[in-house]
């Protein structure tokens, strides 16, 4: 009997940590892109507070398995094929969203340069 109950134990135990490791977690801390323009500073808790959880909005070739990459893996200096380059993804990704809500009158995030540009 002792032994089936520390074997469900250790089952359950599993089974939580399985759990815990299928949902990644964004870094809390701001992360720093550099840039030549002015490095930008992106907060993934302040876009998490203002309802944008789901990771694949930006991580978008992730595929929920481990932590995703960051852009600059795969988007280069220089456009590769049909990969745009960093500028043009950043732009397109983040200043597009940040546009598209200011435009429909919702709380949105910077569009001029030196909102996201600081040197
Ligand atoms: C609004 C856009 C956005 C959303 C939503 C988002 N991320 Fe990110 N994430 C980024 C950007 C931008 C970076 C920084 C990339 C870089 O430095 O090139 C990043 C970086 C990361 C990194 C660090 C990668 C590294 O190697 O240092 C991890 C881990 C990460 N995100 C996990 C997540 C997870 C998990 C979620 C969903 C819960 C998520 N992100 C949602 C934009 C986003
Ligand atoms: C594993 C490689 C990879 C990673 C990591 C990656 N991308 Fe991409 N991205 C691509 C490729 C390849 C394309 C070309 C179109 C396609 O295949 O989806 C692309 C296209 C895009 C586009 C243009 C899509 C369109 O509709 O025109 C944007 C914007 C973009 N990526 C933003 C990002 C951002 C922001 C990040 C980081 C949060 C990121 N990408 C991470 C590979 C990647
Ligand atoms: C799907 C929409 C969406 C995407 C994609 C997005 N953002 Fe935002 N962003 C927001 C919203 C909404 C806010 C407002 C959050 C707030 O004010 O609390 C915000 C706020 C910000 C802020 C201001 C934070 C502050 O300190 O007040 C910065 C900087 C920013 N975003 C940078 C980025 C960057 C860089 C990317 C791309 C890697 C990005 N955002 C992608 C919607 C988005
Ligand atoms: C919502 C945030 C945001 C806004 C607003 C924004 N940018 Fe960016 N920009 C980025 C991110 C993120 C990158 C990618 C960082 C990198 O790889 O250099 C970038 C990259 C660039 C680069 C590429 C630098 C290089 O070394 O290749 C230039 C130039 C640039 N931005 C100019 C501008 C100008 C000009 C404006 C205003 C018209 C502007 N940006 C507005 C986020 C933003």
């Not at 135990?13 to 801390?29: D, G, H, R, S, T």
């Not at 323009?37 to 507070?49: E, I, L, N, P, R």
């Not at 397109?92 to 919702?106: E, F, S």
Request: net charge positive.
């Amino acid at each position: 009997m002792k032994k089936i109950l520390g074997l469900t134990v250790a089952v359950v135990f599993l089974a939580v940590a399985m759990l815990a490791f299928a949902a990644p977690q964004a870094p809390k801390e701001d992360l720093k892109i550099t840039c030549k323009k002015g490095d930008v500073t992106f907060s993934h808790a302040k876009h998490a507070a203002a309802s944008i959880t789901d990771c694949k909005t930006c991580h978008h070739k992730y595929n929920g398995e481990g932590t995703p990459k960051k852009c600059d893996e795969c988007h280069k200096e220089k456009k590769e094929g049909k990969t745009p380059k960093m500028k043009d993804a950043a732009h397109k990704k983040c200043r597009g969203c940040h546009r598209d809500l200011k435009k429909a009158g919702k709380k949105a995030g910077p569009t001029p340069c030196k909102g996201c540009h600081k040197k």
